[in-house]
C-alpha cells in the first residue's frame, strides 16, 4: 500500500472520485494526471502530468483510473494492470457494505450507496451515487450503475453495461455485457441481446 495516489481524468468523473480518496482520508497526497494541457489543477489537486506518463509514478502512487467511459476505462486500467500498477478499491464513507461483500480493483462506491449481502462486484465498475444493489449480485467488470439506480436480489449484470439514472432491475434478472438502459427504465425479463433498451418495462431501440 502506497501513501500517494494519481486519478487519470481530472474532470467530472475524476473529480467525484477525488472527493472519495480525500474523504478516505487513507493517502498523503491525491493528485491528477489529465491529457488537457489547459488544467493545471481540479478539486483543489495538482494535475502534475499527462496520462501517457503514468509510468513514472507507479513506484511512488497508486493510481486510480477516473473515466466515465467504460470501454475508455476498461482499456486504461487493464494497461494499468501490465505494468503492475496497484489500484485501488475506493469507497466513501457514507456507502453501506453488507457481510460477504467482494469489491475488485479499480471499482469506485459513491456517496449513499448500498450493497448487500453475498454481492459481489468486479474490477473497474462505478456504482453512482444513492444506487442500491440487494443481496446475491454479481456486477461484471466495467459496468456503470448510475446515479439513483435500484438492482433487486440476485441480478446478474454483464461486463462494460451501462444502468441508467433511476433504472430499476426486478429479482432474478440477468442483463448480458454491453447494454445501455435508459433513465428511468424498468426492467422484468433477462436481457439477451446487446443493446440500447429504454421504458417501462424496457424495450431495445
Not at 474532470?11 to 478516505?24: C, Q, R
Not at 443481496?135 to 467488470?141: A, G, K, T
Amino acid at each position: 500500500m502506497k501513501e500517494k495516489l494519481l486519478i487519470l481524468g481530472a474532470s467530472g468523473h475524476g473529480k467525484v472520485v477525488a472527493d472519495i480518496a480525500l474523504k478516505m482520508n487513507r493517502w498523503q497526497s491525491v493528485a491528477f494526471l489529465d491529457d488537457n494541457k489547459n488544467i493545471n489543477s481540479s478539486m483543489g489537486l495538482e494535475v502534475i502530468d499527462t496520462s501517457s506518463e503514468v509510468s513514472k509514478y507507479i513506484e511512488e502512487y497508486e493510481v486510480f483510473v477516473g473515466i466515465g467511459n467504460n470501454i475508455t476505462r476498461q482499456k486504461v486500467q487493464e494497461k494499468l494492470e501490465t505494468l503492475g500498477v496497484e489500484i485501488p478499491v475506493l469507497i466513501h464513507p457514507t456507502a453501506v457494505i453488507g457481510e460477504q461483500v467482494e469489491i475488485e480493483n479499480g471499482t469506485a462506491l459513491m456517496a449513499g450507496t448500498i450493497v448487500n449481502c453475498c454481492t459481489r462486484i468486479g474490477r473497474g465498475c462505478i456504482v453512482n451515487t444513492g444506487s442500491t444493489i440487494d443481496h446475491d449480485n454479481c456486477i461484471e467488470d466495467f459496468v456503470h450503475v448510475s446515479p439513483g439506480a435500484n438492482l433487486a436480489g440476485t441480478v446478474y449484470i454483464g461486463k462494460r453495461s451501462w444502468l441508467g439514472i433511476g433504472s430499476v432491475v426486478s429479482n432474478n434478472i440477468n442483463i448480458t455485457s454491453d447494454c445501455k438502459l435508459g433513465a428511468g427504465s424498468v426492467v422484468i425479463k433477462d436481457i439477451t441481446d446487446p443493446g440500447v433498451y429504454v421504458g417501462a418495462p424496457v424495450r431495445r431501440v
